[in-house]
């Protein structure tokens, strides 16, 4: 995993997040940001890490979402670490 990869792994859940309207929601409603500004900062690394943090709350949600996108959890929690705050995120490997 590198930090392109990292990068790549969160394009796909932004992408994820914005072609289901009920996950979109959610996310909004928990993480506080508006929908315009989602959508200025989609690639903004910290953004991603942000919705990446979304998923690794609950692991019905990083599930469904690994599968939907063919990528392991695991992926998914090395990914979050390369992306700004990862550092801190108590995932561990």
Avoid: W
């Avoid at 009920?22 to 928990?30: G, P, Q, R």
Wanted: glycine letters at 6%; charged letters at 20%; one cysteine or more.
């Amino acid at each position: 995993m590198n930090y392109d990869q990292a990068e790549i792994i969160g394009l796909q859940a932004l992408t994820h997040v914005a072609k289901h309207e009920d996950i979109l929601l959610a996310y909004i409603s928990l993480s506080g940001i508006t929908p315009e500004e989602l959508r200025n900062s989609a690639a903004n690394p910290a953004t991603l890490g942000s919705i990446l943090d979304y998923f690794l709350q609950d692991e019905k949600r990083l599930i469904s979402f690994c599968e939907a996108v063919s990528v392991a959890p695991d992926k998914l929690k090395k990914a979050r670490q390369y992306l700004p705050g990862g550092e801190t995120v108590p995932y561990s490997t």
